[in-house]
């Protein structure tokens, strides 16, 4: 399975520029997890997702254009799969299956990282974990779900040699 991640840090106060060992990086994470839920993706050779690394500026303005709320939060997915759309066998050896776009907010993720006390690093794949499941269908409309979705998010990092510390909360 291959899966293209296209990388873009938004930033627009830090001057860094997105290095290409990090691009590759967030594609073999995604690759690992994807690998793991497999049985819950559609089917397809191939699959491609966006990930957007922003400041709380930025995604406040998203979060109050998709979700009415006016106030920076850590990650938004914008699923691309919410209605069925078929595809031809043809399309499906050819084409990657577009997944959607994560968004996460670096700021708040610096923030969540250091009252969790684990790396920025830790954080980022954890919120891109969240974003995952939830292009994949995964919602958590109550209590019961949530901690499905964060034990589920805490295996995903384990995959990838990262852990969370303690109890999350969200």
Request: proline share 4%.
């Amino acid at each position: 399975m291959k899966v293209e991640v296209s990388v873009q840090d938004s930033r627009i106060d830090e001057s860094l520029e997105l290095q290409t060992d990090a691009s590759t990086l967030w594609e073999t994470w995604f690759e690992c997890w994807m690998e793991d839920l497999k049985s819950q993706l559609p089917l397809a050779n191939n699959y491609e997702l966006s990930l957007r690394l922003t400041n709380d500026a930025q995604i406040r303005v998203l979060n109050y254009q998709y979700r009415q709320q006016d106030k920076p939060t850590d990650v938004l997915a914008f699923a691309a799969l919410e209605v069925d759309f078929p595809m031809s066998e043809e399309m499906r050896s050819h084409l990657p299956l577009y997944l959607g776009d994560i968004v996460i907010s670096v700021d708040t993720a610096n923030r969540q990282a250091t009252q969790q006390g684990h790396p920025l690093q830790t954080e980022l794949a954890w919120l891109a974990t969240h974003g995952l499941l939830h292009l994949l269908g995964w919602d958590h409309p109550d209590e019961t779900s949530l901690l499905l979705m964060l034990e589920r998010q805490a295996v995903l990092l384990q995959l990838i040699g990262l852990t969370i510390n303690g109890e999350y909360n969200l």
